[in-house]
């Protein structure tokens, strides 16, 4: 069997090299994304392999057709970059990964702890020897309220994680989840938005959540709210935030997703220029932190991207089926 993977960042080379060992299979590593003009590298190959920076489309579906490839797999999550529908057209089989919710529920705790206690401000007056203590006064834990928008697999973990502070915790999802009742309460989002002094937010994106934390939903919160979002950047309406900020509405924010992140995120652009207004706005202040989509990124999560993807190419070949086909 042989498969190429492109996409590929160093630090997946050695868990690809030894599933090849593992499984007795070639599988020819690329770095740069999917596209037409190294698509015919994988002639000859049973499968493909992909991050979210390779748009696949109808062209690159056709191709891959022409190729007579018809197992895809990403080794993300999420997959809208495939038209999955044309895919399926098509006939070409199509698999995303799974990993475990606790890196980014891990990384959620993070960013509260650093926005309630003005880690930003803290850190950066280290590295230039100011030590005082002026404007970094925090919070407890146990004295918050903590409000989960999501209580999938990682609002629930957040939730899990959380608990051993003593915060007061609130739940929100449209799906009531029985083991987050013992350590949340669920209640509307009104009144979520209305007690909590941290939201956190673990939605997908879908046409519901889009700009669902907008000037409105800002309206409806306490003053000096701080806000996390390590679920997608579209959730977010980012103008309005930028006003809550500026109105001191907001009292920090922790984002490790922005809407349109996409050709900036995971990539050194340090000598470009970027022409994303909002995001260089927002992230000058100093109750901002913002990092690069990497919530996701340990040890752990990335083996588990690279096994899950090869393995479900390896089942489509041999047994025609995968448990992480995406079926829609
Ligand atoms: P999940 O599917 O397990 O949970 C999502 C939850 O949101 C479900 O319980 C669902 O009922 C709920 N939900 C859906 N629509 C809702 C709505 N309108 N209002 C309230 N709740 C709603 O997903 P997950 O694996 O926990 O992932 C959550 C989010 O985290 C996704 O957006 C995912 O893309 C993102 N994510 C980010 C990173 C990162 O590195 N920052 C990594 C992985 C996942």
Do not use: W
Request: proline residues 1%.
């Amino acid at each position: 069997m042989k498969f190429i993977a492109y996409d590929t960042r160093d630090d997946e080379r050695n868990d690809f090299e030894e599933l090849s060992k593992k499984l007795n299979i070639e599988i020819i590593l690329v770095s740069e994304g999917l596209n037409i003009n190294n698509i015919d590298l994988a002639k000859g190959c049973d499968g493909v392999t992909i991050l979210g920076h390779s748009k696949v489309d109808s062209v690159i579906l056709d191709k891959l057709k022409q190729l007579n490839i018809n197992y895809l797999s990403t080794r993300t999550v999420g997959y809208n970059h495939i038209d999955i529908d044309y895919a399926k057209s098509l006939g070409i089989r199509v698999s995303n990964s799974y990993y475990a919710p606790n890196g980014v529920a891990d990384y959620t705790v993070m960013l509260i702890l650093m926005c309630i206690r003005h880690y930003k401000q803290a850190m950066f007056r280290g590295n230039v020897n100011d030590y005082s203590l002026k404007g970094l006064q925090g919070k407890e834990m146990k004295d918050l309220t903590i409000g989960v928008i999501g209580t999938g697999k990682i609002g629930a973990t957040v939730i899990d994680n959380l608990k051993g502070f003593g915060s007061r915790m609130l739940a929100y999802d449209k799906y009531q989840n029985e083991k987050v009742k013992e350590k949340a309460t669920y209640v509307d989002l009104d009144t979520l938005y209305k007690e909590s002094d941290v939201i956190t937010l673990h939605t997908p994106l879908v046409d519901s959540t889009y700009h669902m934390i907008d000037t409105e939903a800002l309206s409806k919160m306490k003053d000096n709210v701080v806000l996390i979002n390590c679920a997608r950047g579209e959730l977010m309406h980012i103008p309005d935030l930028i006003t809550g900020v500026e109105t001191r509405k907001i009292g920090a924010l922790g984002l490790d997703v922005f809407e349109n992140e996409e050709g900036i995120y995971h990539l050194d652009r340090r000598t470009d220029i970027i022409s994303n207004r909002d995001m260089a706005y927002l992230r000058q202040f100093p109750n901002v932190i913002m990092t690069q989509h990497m919530a996701f990124y340990t040890d752990a999560a990335v083996t588990s991207m690279v096994c899950s993807s090869v393995t479900s190419l390896v089942d489509f070949v041999e047994k025609g089926e995968s448990e992480n086909e995406i079926i829609i």
